[in-house]
């Protein structure tokens, strides 16, 4: 038996468990693994402190590095994530439709769990805790595989999560981690038809592709974001450069950052400039002919235009109009998060409607597109697929359905 095999069968075994676990048994267990991560707040940060200074000798950049970085403030903030995925409305049980045919059958539409999730993602340990509080809630059983680079946080997160599950009556075996690193075993993963129900990727564009190209089990598509902000000519100028300076640097190795500015021919001499002197210390600007004509940037090329840096870099383009800002998008984009900034009811209505993205936003940044920011408590990633769910993937995003039909000696006739 596989490695990976024996883990998704353990998950099996206590699937049953997670059914019959009641919402507030749910809700206890998980302030019992906010409690552990608390106590074992030490050996996390010092795991964490191994991993950056491995990433270090790799010479991974200072984004990604800022992507894998746990310290006090980061580690409150997934503690307070877990506390709040445990206030929400349980997710499974639920009817939201309930009807009766003139036959007399009485059907209704039950919300159920999806049963066992993988996920496989890159960096971000936060992502072990959130994924597991996410899955636990809405009662399915989870199985991760992180990336190398975070395997001391990731291990020492896990072992917080077991120790907390551990002082309640629900099984620490409802999350298994992959600790070996051998790629070998993300394709018995996605390969594992019959014992997983769904994987979901989460990471830079390499992972996402290899997973839909080989998975024989369901995916959910999550992660590359070359997200656009649309300077109209109608737009608050003063509000477009502070939304873009926050898109672009508040952290620039997320999928939600700003990759690249369109602006309107008609306002481009005024904003430029303006724009310029707020980003030219902190970051590399790449930018069309004609926005070089205005500042002093380098030479945008159609890479550019296609690339999700995850850097210090950002990309310019003067475009005249709405429409031209919809068809580069709807070119470039990844169907992530498209933003607009403007006063024009009329442009703002034909972007929002045209735009073909997950989520789209009117004066504000596309840095907001989180679970934790949409209320949801925490996330799995941002869906960028139309099937199933889309936009940030929280409790509700991972159940499924099934009928339940009342009869009194009922046949077809």
């Known amino acids: 038996?596989?490695?990976?095999?024996?883990?998704?069968?353990?998950?099996?075994?206590?699937?049953?468990?997670?059914?019959?676990?009641?919402?507030?048994?749910?809700?206890?267990?998980?302030?019992?693994?906010?409690?552990?991560?608390?106590?074992?707040?030490?050996?996390?940060?010092?795991?964490?402190?191994?991993?950056?200074?491995?990433?270090?000798?790799?010479?991974?950049?200072?984004?990604?590095?800022?992507?894998?970085?746990?310290?006090?403030?980061?580690?409150?903030?997934?503690?307070?994530?877990?506390?709040?995925?445990?206030?929400?409305?349980?997710?499974?049980?639920?009817?939201?439709?309930?009807?009766?045919?003139?036959?007399?059958?009485?059907?209704?539409?039950i919300s159920v769990p999806m049963g066992t999730i993988g996920i496989i993602y890159e960096s971000r340990p936060n992502v072990t805790a959130d994924a597991f509080s996410l899955a636990f809630k809405s009662g399915n059983g989870i199985i991760l595989r992180g990336s190398s680079s975070a395997i001391n946080s990731n291990i020492a997160i896990v072992k917080a999560i077991k120790e907390g599950l551990g002082k309640t009556n629900i099984s620490q075996e409802v999350i298994q981690f992959i600790e070996d690193t051998d790629r070998k075993h993300v394709s018995e993963l996605l390969e594992a038809k019959g014992l997983v129900d769904l994987v979901i990727p989460r990471g830079g564009k390499g992972l996402i592709n290899l997973v839909l190209e080989t998975a024989k089990v369901p995916t959910l598509q999550t992660g590359e974001g070359n997200c656009h902000i649309y300077i109209d000519e109608s737009g608050n100028l003063e509000d477009a450069v502070k939304i873009v300076v926050n898109a672009k640097t508040q952290r620039t190795g997320v999928c939600n950052a700003c990759e690249t500015v369109l602006i309107?021919?008609?306002?481009?001499?005024?904003?430029?400039?303006?724009?310029?002197?707020?980003?030219?210390?902190?970051?590399?600007?790449?930018?069309?002919?004609?926005?070089?004509?205005?500042?002093?940037?380098?030479?945008?090329?159609?890479?550019?235009?296609?690339?999700?840096?995850l850097d210090s870099k950002i990309a310019m383009k003067i475009v005249k109009n709405v429409d031209e800002a919809i068809e580069h998008i709807n070119k470039y984009g990844t169907m992530h998060s498209e933003s607009i900034i403007s006063e024009n009811y009329s442009n703002i209505k034909k972007f929002t409607k045209l735009v073909d993205a997950s989520t789209v936003y009117v004066n504000a940044s596309t840095r907001f597109t989180d679970g934790s920011e949409f209320g949801f408590g925490a996330e799995m990633g941002i869906s960028t697929q139309k099937l199933h769910a889309r936009g940030p993937v929280g409790l509700e995003q991972l159940v499924t359905y099934k009928y339940i039909v009342l009869g009194e000696g009922h046949i077809r006739k």
């Open 264 to 309: 309107n021919e008609k306002i481009a001499g005024e904003f430029l400039p303006k724009l310029y002197k707020e980003l030219k210390d902190k970051v590399e600007i790449f930018g069309s002919e004609e926005v070089r004509e205005i500042i002093d940037v380098n030479l945008a090329t159609d890479e550019d235009w296609a690339t999700e840096y």
């Open 1 to 109: 038996m596989s490695y990976v095999i024996d883990k998704l069968r353990q998950l099996k075994n206590v699937e049953q468990e997670l059914l019959k676990a009641s919402a507030e048994d749910k809700n206890i267990a998980l302030e019992q693994v906010a409690l552990s991560l608390d106590r074992n707040r030490g050996s996390i940060l010092e795991a964490n402190k191994e991993d950056l200074i491995q990433a270090d000798k790799n010479h991974m950049t200072d984004a990604l590095k800022d992507r894998l970085m746990i310290d006090d403030s980061r580690l409150d903030g997934i503690i307070a994530g877990i506390r709040q995925v445990a206030k929400l409305q349980d997710p499974i049980w639920e009817s939201d439709k309930t009807w009766t045919l003139e036959n007399g059958l009485t059907i209704s539409k």
